[in-house]
């Protein structure tokens, strides 16, 4: 198998990849280990605000079926099912779909595996009921499941108020939001959106254990003036998330760690090219960030991608560039401008290999 462009992971940054790069005439693959493409999108059934304007307002659910619809219709090849799990000697890639594994050629490959959700560790977390934001919306979003009636949520931050939200729509008692920062901490527009749909957020506190027979039945919540206990049957952790990077490490790229970009994550340049000149990166996999961001980062590297086969000139992809980095400063403005400025800073410190 030969494509000009292979594209690991079907998340929203490997579906807009696809789409720009297929709408421009590049013979493009995706690689996907799930059965459906979409990632997370797909049991988002908030409204997505900030996305790009020419997706307008919509849930994470209709852009997943939008995306997958449009790539299946532009001929785009979509491996679902499969996995990337090495590299042979003469640069291809090695896919399994579990039981054969094949080589693909491609002259370019980007990586948009997107990020997993980081745990948190308590006596009792292993119970069943205790699971994390992305689990929950998956049980309510995609298998129509209501994961508990009773709830508290670990960590006061958007995906949480979105999840206590959904939990509320479906007739789950959403007893409090825990988080271990201070109020003063904590985004006060956050907070708002929290006190107008009256969730009580218990601010420097912690859940000290969880207990029960089958399933988690309690929890006490440690605030360091005194504990409380709450009878509940489900815990929704929202921790946050850092990048998957595993198939950057199998194509020989070079890391490092930035903490505001998730952790360890791969050195790129303006292109989100990284050490590997036929590999690029976008995404969560390129450093946390908001959906915008997700589907701007993965135009960028498409871009790019595009310069390095010469279907766009130089002057082209460097103006289209400069509009999507501007695009991408307002989407990381303000609680993301950490984030922005770790990856101007990153950008600049890989720009003397670019050159």
């Not at 594994?101 to 990586?111: E, Q």
Request: glycine fraction near 10%; include cysteine.
């Amino acid at each position: 198998m030969e494509f000009e462009l292979v594209i690991i992971g079907g998340g929203p940054a490997g579906l807009m990849a696809a789409l720009t790069a297929a709408e421009k005439g590049v013979k493009t693959a995706i690689v996907e280990e799930s059965f459906a493409l979409g990632g997370q999108l797909r049991q988002q059934a908030q409204v997505l605000e900030n996305l790009p304007k020419e997706f307008g307002k919509q849930s994470g659910i209709a852009l997943a079926k939008f995306f997958s619809n449009k790539v299946s219709s532009i001929g785009v090849t979509a491996l679902l099912g499969h996995t990337m799990i090495g590299t042979y000697r003469n640069g291809t890639i090695g896919v399994s779909n579990g039981k054969d594994t094949f080589p693909i050629y491609a002259k370019k490959i980007l990586v948009t595996t997107g990020a997993a959700e980081q745990a948190a560790l308590f006596p009792g977390w292993t119970l069943p009921g205790v699971m994390t934001i992305g689990a929950a919306q998956i049980l309510l979003n995609r298998e129509r499941v209501l994961p508990g009636k009773e709830a508290v949520v670990l960590g006061c931050n958007s995906i949480s108020y979105d999840i206590a939200k959904q939990l509320r729509a479906c007739g789950v008692n959403v007893q409090g939001i825990i988080e271990k920062k201070s109020i003063d901490e904590i985004d006060k527009e956050l907070i708002e959106k929290f006190e107008s749909e009256n969730i009580e957020v218990f601010f420097h506190s912690n859940i000290e254990k969880a207990a029960g027979k089958q399933h988690v039945e309690k929890v006490w919540i440690d605030n360091d003036v005194l504990k409380k206990e709450r009878e509940i049957d489900l815990v929704c952790i929202s921790n946050g998330l850092y990048p998957v990077t595993e198939p950057l490490e199998l194509l020989d790229c070079e890391f490092t760690y930035i903490e505001n970009l998730g952790g360890r994550i791969p050195k790129y340049g303006s292109s989100f090219t990284t050490s590997n000149s036929s590999v690029y990166v976008a995404g969560n996999a390129a450093g946390i960030t908001c959906i915008e961001g997700i589907l701007v980062t993965a135009s960028i590297a498409v871009t790019g991608i595009l310069e390095d086969l010469a279907i766009l000139n130089n002057i082209e992809a460097k103006k289209q560039k400069e509009i999507l980095w501007t695009e991408l400063l307002k989407a990381e403005t303000g609680r993301y401008s950490k984030v922005h400025d770790a990856r101007i800073s990153l950008v600049n410190d890989f720009l003397p290999k670019e050159i």
